[in-house]
């Protein structure tokens, strides 16, 4: 037993979620659930994590109800699922039913994929892709609609909160990135305006689901179309962004970062989960490379080794950096990751072949 995890084996509390430990599972898109539905086989994966010890687990992306919402996209994304119609929300069901037996909590991650979606693509191939600055505001607030729609189907079929794709160069962050957003308008414009089309999304959605349903919000520096990309260059443009989003109800940000230990700003070594924390006053998930000594996408074409590099997150932790910790490849690879982190034993090897199965 490493005695050195223990604080990560603390319980954590946010409204009405109560988690066992600080460990998650990140949002990682399986493609298995067919015409949107996830079936036995999805319920038993994510089940598997949480009789593993996973305290928490988010979803893969799951589509809002808009014909926009998802498509194929730069990963050439199919069997998306959805979380609108009789049979996704019976499917979701049995999901949350298997987490919540397997003694787990579970929160979908909420997604449109906005220019990143190819056009003409199923299940909507009329339905034009969504840019920020070809956006009427009839969509946009028909876009909100549709995230709110999804959120209280999430609550209905017994999630434990919602979670926001609002980083990677998707629909939210599209609006908050200036790269993607140069409107003119109330939308659009310097960094707070910037932040409106996310902040009526995340008002919206909370005057619904009530005060104690957790809104988690995924931010990121980075974009499938630039990794290099900055959403802020500096910590006061962080600042305004992540304390506009907490004052519109967002509870937990998910800070989505390639490599967790890099520092987010020059003059400190902290990391960018910890200045979204320090900045926006709310807790934070911190994630990138967490298990392996590669990030993400240089895994997929350089050798990766599994290493335990736990001791730098402990450190972390204890500085008051982050309060969850995610793991994407690590629970991919093996569901057990979490009791062999505990227990001291090695860890599984990175395995590409993993991201074709439902293990």
Not at 294 to 306: D, H, I, N, R, Y
Not at 331 to 336: F, G, N
């Amino acid at each position: 037993m490493r005695e050195d995890l223990a604080p990560l084996f603390k319980d954590f509390s946010c409204g009405q979620l109560t988690l066992s430990n600080r460990f998650v599972m990140s949002p990682m898109t399986r493609q298995f659930s067919p015409d949107g539905v996830p079936g036995d086989d999805v319920a038993a994966y994510y089940a598997r994590r949480a009789t593993a010890k996973v305290g928490l687990i988010i979803t893969e992306g799951v589509g809002v109800d808009h014909p926009s919402a998802i498509g194929h996209g730069s990963m050439g994304e199919e069997n998306i699922p959805i979380l609108h119609g009789d049979a996704a929300l019976v499917g979701w069901r049995r999901v949350v039913d298997s987490v919540h037996r397997a003694g787990g909590k579970i929160i979908p991650q909420l997604w449109h994929m906005g220019e990143l979606r190819t056009e003409g693509t199923p299940p909507f191939p009329d339905a034009k892709s969504m840019r920020p600055n070809d956006m009427s505001e009839f969509e946009i607030a028909d876009i909100i609609a549709a995230f709110v729609r999804s959120a209280v189907n999430a609550k209905a079929a017994g999630f434990d909160g919602i979670a926001l794709h609002g980083g990677h160069g998707y629909l939210i962050d599209s609006f908050l990135w200036a790269g993607t957003n140069t409107r003119a308008d109330a939308y659009g414009g310097d960094i707070l305006r910037r932040t409106r089309f996310a902040t009526e999304l995340v008002k919206a959605i909370r005057a619904e689901v009530g005060p104690d349903f957790p809104i988690l919000f995924r931010i990121s520096q980075w974009k499938l179309q630039d990794y290099d990309a900055m959403l802020a260059k500096t910590s006061e443009e962080l600042g305004l962004i992540v304390e506009a989003l907490a004052a519109a109800g967002v509870d937990i940000f998910d800070v989505s970062t390639r490599v967790f230990s890099l520092p987010a700003f020059p003059g400190s070594e902290m990391g960018l989960a910890g200045w979204v924390r320090k900045l926006s006053g709310k807790p934070t998930i911190t994630v990138g490379g967490i298990g392996f000594d590669k990030e993400l996408a240089a895994s997929f074409v350089q050798p990766t080794q599994a290493i335990d590099n736990l001791g730098d997150v402990v450190r972390r932790f204890a500085a008051e950096e982050f309060d969850l910790v995610a793991l994407g490849r690590a629970l991919l690879m093996d569901p057990a990751w979490v009791l062999k982190a505990q227990a001291g034993m090695p860890f599984e090897p990175f395995d590409i072949s993993s991201y074709s199965r439902l293990d």
